[in-house]
């Protein structure tokens, strides 16, 4: 009996059975992040490891490790790709000190981020805003949701397919750049857009 053990982080790793006199095999891939695990295959107190990108074993008792041509793994795997879910994606927008005006950098962002949202079939948005710790806690968590609504505004709905919109405040809870009280720091002044 053959075992294959997986790791909890595995990239993505696919076996394919092919009926004729093609053998069945799994080829791991890269993941989303440019990251690799491994896959193990266990069978009678030996093992065949996979751990680059790109390779592939059979899945008998051959324990051989090849490399798969890109155009192989396309032709075998396509279908499977490409029914693969988007990938969340994750924005951080920066903000003018003690407003809701972006910085310009911010601002040049806003059309990938609504280029990002329209790729997401039923998308669902997450937007939190945070402040630096100048001033009051209370006034914080409310200009940290200014921040957030104001940002939110962007997904309209009647452009975009958007399943969930949730908009949340943390204020000057949970800051990027850790610091002390009355603290101005720019980093922590943002809205982070979750796209999934």
């Not at 093992?47 to 074993?57: D, K, L, S």
Request: glycine content about 8%; proline content about 4%.
């Amino acid at each position: 009996m053959m075992t294959i053990s997986l790791p909890k982080t595995l990239t993505f790793a696919i076996a394919l059975a092919l009926s004729g006199c093609a053998k069945s095999y799994l080829v791991l891939l890269e993941d989303h992040d440019g990251s690799t695990g491994k896959v193990i295959f266990s069978d009678a107190g030996s093992e065949t490891v996979v751990e680059q990108a790109g390779y592939g074993a059979a899945l008998d008792n051959s324990k051989t490790v090849f490399k798969v041509e890109q155009e192989k793994i396309n032709k075998d795997f396509g279908r499977a790709l490409a029914s693969e879910p988007v990938s969340p994606e994750i924005f951080l927008l920066y903000f003018e000190t003690g407003g809701t005006k972006l910085t310009a950098e911010s601002a040049a962002l806003i059309p990938k981020i609504i280029e990002t949202a329209g790729k997401h079939p039923a998308a669902d948005i997450s937007v939190i805003g945070h402040t630096d710790t100048v001033g009051d806690a209370g006034k914080n968590e409310k200009l940290a949701n200014e921040r957030a609504v104001q940002v939110s505004r962007l997904f309209d709905p009647s452009k975009l397919d958007v399943k969930e919109i949730a908009v949340t405040s943390h204020g000057e809870k949970n800051l990027l750049i850790k610091t002390g009280d009355e603290t101005s720091e720019p980093r922590n002044r943002r809205v982070e857009v979750t796209i999934r």
